[in-house]
T-cell receptor, first 114, second 113 residues
Framework: KQEVTQIPAALSVPEGENLVLNCSFTDSAIYNLQWFRQDPGKGLTSLLL?????REQTSGRLNASLDKSSGRSTLYIAASQPGDSATYLCAVIEVGGSNYKLTFGKGTLLTVNP | NAGVTQTPKFQVLKTGQSMTLQCAQDMNHNSMYWYRQDPGMGLRLIYYSASEGTTDKGEVPNGYNVSRLNKREFSLRLESAAPSQTSVYFC????????????FGDGTRLSIL
C-alpha cells in the first residue's frame, strides 16, 4: 500500500527566506505527483503537477522536483512571504487500466512571519 | 467564475438520517471526485467519476453512494449517517483522470450526532 510522508509537519520561517518542503512515497510506480496548498477553512488549491517522466516544474517562486527512483519530491519556495502561510500537501497518483488511486500526505503547516 | 460549488457548507445530522451533498462545476471538466478530510488521516478519496455516466470506488466508499447527474453535477449520498462519517467533505473536478490538476470546492462540514 502506498504511503506518503511529509516532513516537517510544521515549519516557521521569517519573511524572505527560501525554504524546502519534502514529500516521500513508498511505491515508486507512480503516474504523477501533485502539490497543493490549503488555507484554513478552505479547499485545496493546485500548485504544481509533475508527470512521472518529468523531473521538475516551476511556477513563479515555486519549484517542484520529482525523483521517482528514490521516492522523493521537494517543493522549493523562494523569497517566502506571509501570504505563503498555509498547509502544503503532496499527493501521488497511480493510474493502471481503469483504476485510479490518489494518496495524500498529511501536509506541512508553513508559517511565514513578517 | 464559480469553479466548484458545494452545498451545503455546514450540516448537523442525527445518526441514521440520510442526506445528499451537492457539487457542481462550471469548468466543463470531465472528471469529478469526492474526498473526506479527517484530522490525523489526511484526505481520502471516496468515489470518483472519470466522465459523465461512470463512477468508481475510491479508498473509502463504504456507507456512501454517488450519482453523476450530468457533466456538471456529482452528488454524494449518506443513506444512514453514522458518527464515523463526521468529517469535512470536498468535491473536486479535473480533466483526464490522473493526468491533469484537480480543482477543489470549499468543502462541506458535516457533524453526525
Amino acid at each position: 500500500k502506498q504511503e506518503v510522508t511529509q516532513i516537517p509537519a510544521a515549519l516557521s520561517v521569517p519573511e524572505g527566506e527560501n525554504l524546502v518542503l519534502n514529500c516521500s512515497f513508498t511505491d515508486s510506480a507512480i503516474y504523477n505527483l501533485q502539490w497543493f496548498r490549503q488555507d484554513p477553512g478552505k479547499g485545496l488549491t493546485s500548485l504544481l503537477l509533475i508527470q512521472s517522466s518529468q523531473r521538475e516544474q516551476t511556477s513563479g517562486r515555486l519549484n517542484a522536483s520529482l525523483d521517482k527512483s528514490s521516492g522523493r519530491s521537494t517543493l522549493y519556495i523562494a523569497a517566502s512571504q506571509p501570504g505563503d502561510s498555509a498547509t502544503y500537501l503532496c499527493a501521488v497518483i497511480e493510474v493502471g487500466g481503469s483504476n485510479y488511486k490518489l494518496t495524500f500526505g498529511k501536509g506541512t503547516l508553513l508559517t511565514v512571519n513578517p | 467564475n464559480a469553479g466548484v460549488t458545494q452545498t451545503p457548507k455546514f450540516q448537523v445530522l442525527k445518526t441514521g438520517q440520510s442526506m445528499t451533498l451537492q457539487c457542481a462545476q462550471d469548468m466543463n471538466h470531465n472528471s469529478m471526485y469526492w474526498y473526506r478530510q479527517d484530522p490525523g488521516m489526511g484526505l481520502r478519496l471516496i468515489y470518483y467519476s472519470a466522465s459523465e455516466g461512470t463512477t468508481d470506488k475510491g479508498e473509502v466508499p463504504n456507507g456512501y453512494n454517488v450519482s453523476r447527474l450530468n457533466k456538471r453535477e456529482f452528488s454524494l449520498r449518506l443513506e444512514s449517517a453514522a458518527p464515523s462519517q463526521t468529517s469535512v467533505y470536498f468535491c473536486a473536478s479535473g480533466g483526464r483522470v490522473g493526468y491533469q490538476p484537480q480543482h477543489f470546492g470549499d468543502g462541506t462540514r458535516l457533524s453526525i450526532l
